[in-house]
């Protein structure tokens, strides 16, 4: 299911990753979803820290590796995602972990 990357407030915008693993992986065909106010309004994306997709859609599939983060009306800008195109990869659940949790680990290549 869906997974938030980082624990926030109920008002403040996310930005969600499927597969719910992190660090995304570009080659995994990942999917952000921003969530965050209710009203109607478009997203705006932002790219490696630069204005990407202005009036885009609330998710998409990522063809391109960097750092993303979205902006919706009333709720600001979201904690960063980061999509890697590396050929091995270390992933974790993309969800808050606490000492003292178990943890799956998957090696990737």
């Known amino acids: 299911g ?6 926030a407030g109920a008002q403040s915008t996310q930005l ?3 597969p719910p693993w992190t660090p ?3 080659w995994d065909r990942v999917t952000l979803t921003c969530q965050g106010s209710r009203t109607a309004g478009a997203t705006t994306w932002y790219r490696d820290g630069r204005r990407w997709w202005q009036e885009g859609p609330d998710h998409f ?3 391109e590796s960097g750092t993303y983060t979205c902006d919706r009306a009333g709720t600001g800008l979201s ?3 980061s999509v890697l195109n590396d050929g091995l990869v270390l992933q974790v659940p993309a969800r808050a972990l606490l000492e ?7 090696c990737r290549r």
């Open 2 to 7: 869906w997974c938030p990357l980082s624990p």
């Open 16 to 18: 969600l990753v499927e």
């Open 24 to 26: 995304a992986v570009l």
């Open 61 to 63: 599939i990522v063809t």
């Open 79 to 81: 904690p960063p995602v």
């Open 100 to 106: 003292g949790d178990a943890v799956t680990l998957r």
